[in-house]
Nanobody, 117 residues
Framework: QVQLVESGGGLVQPGGSLGLSCTAS????????MGWYRQSTGKERELVATFTVSGNVNYADFVKGRFTLSGGNAKNTIFLEVKYLKPEDAGVYYC???????????WGQGTQVTVSS
């Protein structure tokens, strides 16, 4: 069983920045992929940025250079740096861990990001 611990988030003014981190524990971490998803009010959960199993990084189109994903699957920790936040970036951000060996997905508890002046 994989446990995910998220930190970061909070209230940020438009144009501001913040960082989100996620650390995984409790499993064999070979062949995995970690990433961040978000869910805004009234919308479905969507990809923000993720490492692939091979270690590449995929970003959602709306990121447009504003977000940076660092860390890595092998480090069991990922960090999402978010800059130039917009009101539409607000929502609950979830860490996702994909166990490729067993084809299982684990989610963190989510961390709230509020963008408001």
């Amino acid at each position: 069983q994989v446990q995910l611990v998220e930190s970061g988030g909070g209230l940020v003014q438009p144009g501001g920045s913040l960082g989100l981190s996620c650390t995984a524990s409790g499993n064999d971490f070979s062949s995995s992929a970690m990433g961040w998803y978000r869910q805004s009010t009234g919308k479905e959960r969507e990809l923000v940025a993720t490492f692939t199993v091979s270690g590449n990084v995929n970003y959602a189109d709306f990121v447009k250079g504003r977000f940076t994903l660092s860390g890595g699957n092998a480090k069991n920790t990922i960090f999402l740096e978010v800059k130039y936040l917009k009101p539409e970036d607000a929502g609950v951000y979830y860490c996702r861990y994909y166990d490729a060996r067993h084809d299982r997905i684990y989610w963190g508890q989510g961390t709230q990001v509020t963008v408001s002046s």
